[in-house]
């Protein structure tokens, strides 16, 4: 069963979240229409919103606050992929160019500020104060995160504790505020509420080690967007870091060179693929997100049975596979 | 007598939102504390925070909500100037070296975002819903305004009234958001913050043209910034506007080039230099900046006399001639 299949019961809870984002980006203004009919076409697998909205109807139902909190958080979403894109030089979104490609860097970044600005606005209409405080601290946690990966590019020393701090406040921290805002909507207790944050947490922690493997081995065709960047900006992700363990310590210092090394990429990236099969990276990049996902299941676990809560955990047991064959 | 001096009265209120950020910016992450070490070198005038202490002031009194929504203001503030440093390629910001020149492009647009997401948490954290609500609508229109200004870049048939509604956008409405939020926050009636956020557009659209004459015309020692980024940039305002106007329609061809061409930035700037003495438009553009600034002080005027109110108009006053001899 793959992801949209797994998502048919909430299909149209999730096309009117569409709709709200829709509505939240209308404008009078033939520029910002046309950046905005640009970043539509990005549309992805809304996993933040479906994320809120199971959590929601797992605690109790979903309610019309849920529906324009599922746009803030995709909004949110959205602002970093335009800036993501232009700081990663990164040419396909979505099997769409990018928006700087078409766009130029100035205005993807400005056009990135005002979709974050925008997610505050509509953030502030929904007269929630716990949850703009949730959506703030989620994406300050968002920025540091990115910060913190930045400031450790080409460090071939950087430890495995150490990337998953930075992934998990990059973007585990924003999936864990999807569920937390669902639950806490419906009226969840503290305790059930801090239990979904840490599903959350577990699958975006899961999501992004898949997402990293693929980032280093995965087909841009199928992904459907660029792919090399962390190689060609200098970041260690979870394959590079369990590849150069498990090489033996005489070629260390040539594989340490395949990533820090600033020249031809294509045969660095080649290289690295080739060693990452040979080592079998690929099986352990897996296995650790299968055990992030286990934490997640882990995490729902006291709660008594719920088609929603059966959703959620079938999502998480899915995030291990999303890398492809 | 210079604006430090018509400020010396708000000395120690303007000291306490400077301790307030400090705070608001400490962060355990040594990546962090070094990004915000930098900015803060930036220091400058606290215009906004200035104007948001004195409206309070002028409706009742300065509370401690008030020092929290200035930090956020100026926090929003600086996120822009980290983001504009970048897009402008400007490389001198209050005589210290732009954060890019640095750390980089990638680290600058991520601190900006860090910055403007730290912003929002501190408002959502002063428990004022209709704060974060100005706050929010403020920052969209600022970012709208950036949008718009790049969108018509080396459009030389840009007219004055699209040029002032850019500069409002991008400046005077968080200005008058400033006005609003200190009038607001003390509790003026509606008719009284309406009055005072006119107050803040018409300063903050003086305060662009005053500015926007610098960036062509004036000195980047006396500055302490970068200049000439908007001819770099494309980017039309009231100078060349009205110099446009006013040269002979037989030369225009030629002085359009001057400002549409790509390259000989150096000798096309002394030379619009030139054109701007020979044709007077110093003189225009610092009448028209006095225009805004005495219909900021005539939103004023309906109050009963107070010592901030008096303070607020001479800070107007003061806009037109800020740009130097």
């Given at each position: 069963m793959d992801l949209s299949e797994l998502l048919a019961p909430i299909a149209s809870d999730l096309e009117r979240v569409e709709a709200r984002i829709r509505g939240d980006l209308e404008s009078e203004y033939p520029v910002l229409a046309r950046l905005v009919e640009h970043v539509s076409?990005?549309?992805?697998?809304?996993l933040r919103p479906a994320l809120l909205l199971l959590s929601a109807s797992a605690c109790g139902g979903v309610r019309d606050l849920h529906y324009g909190l599922a746009a803030v958080l995709e909004l949110i979403h959205t602002a970093t992929l335009v800036h993501d894109d232009v700081l990663d030089e990164a040419t396909l979104r979505r099997n769409v160019e990018s928006l700087h490609v078409r766009w130029g860097n100035e205005m993807s970044v400005l056009f990135g500020d005002y979709l974050f600005a925008r997610a505050f606005r509509v953030a502030a209409t929904l007269g929630d104060q716990r949850s703009i405080d949730l959506l703030a601290a989620a994406s300050e946690s968002l920025c540091l995160g990115e910060i913190l990966q930045t400031s450790e590019?080409?460090?071939?020393?950087?430890s495995e504790a150490q990337y998953l701090e930075i992934i998990e406040k990059k973007t585990a921290v924003l999936f864990g505020a999807a569920c937390r805002l669902g639950a806490e909507g419906a009226g969840a207790t503290p305790e059930r509420a801090a239990a979904f944050e840490r599903f959350g947490l577990g699958f975006g922690l899961a999501f992004q080690i898949v997402d990293d493997y693929v980032d280093l081995a995965g087909d841009e065709a199928a992904a459907g967007k660029s792919l090399g960047s962390d190689l060609l900006k200098g970041k260690l992700t979870l394959p590079l870091i369990r590849l150069l363990a498990a090489v033996p310590a005489e070629r260390r210092a040539a594989v340490t060179e395949l990533f820090t090394a600033g020249e031809r990429r294509q045969e660095r990236l080649a290289e690295i693929r080739r060693l990452l099969a040979e080592l079998g990276i690929r099986d352990i990049a897996v296995a650790r997100a299968a055990e992030f996902a286990a934490r997640a299941q882990a995490a729902l676990a006291p709660l008594p049975p719920a088609p929603a809560l059966d959703l959620l955990r079938r999502l998480a047991a899915l995030v291990p596979t999303l890398g492809g064959a």
């Amino acid at each position: 069963m793959d992801l949209s299949e797994l998502l048919a019961p909430i299909a149209s809870d999730l096309e009117r979240v569409e709709a709200r984002i829709r509505g939240d980006l209308e404008s009078e203004y033939p520029v910002l229409a046309r950046l905005v009919e640009h970043v539509s076409r990005f549309r992805g697998k809304r996993l933040r919103p479906a994320l809120l909205l199971l959590s929601a109807s797992a605690c109790g139902g979903v309610r019309d606050l849920h529906y324009g909190l599922a746009a803030v958080l995709e909004l949110i979403h959205t602002a970093t992929l335009v800036h993501d894109d232009v700081l990663d030089e990164a040419t396909l979104r979505r099997n769409v160019e990018s928006l700087h490609v078409r766009w130029g860097n100035e205005m993807s970044v400005l056009f990135g500020d005002y979709l974050f600005a925008r997610a505050f606005r509509v953030a502030a209409t929904l007269g929630d104060q716990r949850s703009i405080d949730l959506l703030a601290a989620a994406s300050e946690s968002l920025c540091l995160g990115e910060i913190l990966q930045t400031s450790e590019r080409w460090n071939a020393a950087l430890s495995e504790a150490q990337y998953l701090e930075i992934i998990e406040k990059k973007t585990a921290v924003l999936f864990g505020a999807a569920c937390r805002l669902g639950a806490e909507g419906a009226g969840a207790t503290p305790e059930r509420a801090a239990a979904f944050e840490r599903f959350g947490l577990g699958f975006g922690l899961a999501f992004q080690i898949v997402d990293d493997y693929v980032d280093l081995a995965g087909d841009e065709a199928a992904a459907g967007k660029s792919l090399g960047s962390d190689l060609l900006k200098g970041k260690l992700t979870l394959p590079l870091i369990r590849l150069l363990a498990a090489v033996p310590a005489e070629r260390r210092a040539a594989v340490t060179e395949l990533f820090t090394a600033g020249e031809r990429r294509q045969e660095r990236l080649a290289e690295i693929r080739r060693l990452l099969a040979e080592l079998g990276i690929r099986d352990i990049a897996v296995a650790r997100a299968a055990e992030f996902a286990a934490r997640a299941q882990a995490a729902l676990a006291p709660l008594p049975p719920a088609p929603a809560l059966d959703l959620l955990r079938r999502l998480a047991a899915l995030v291990p596979t999303l890398g492809g064959a």
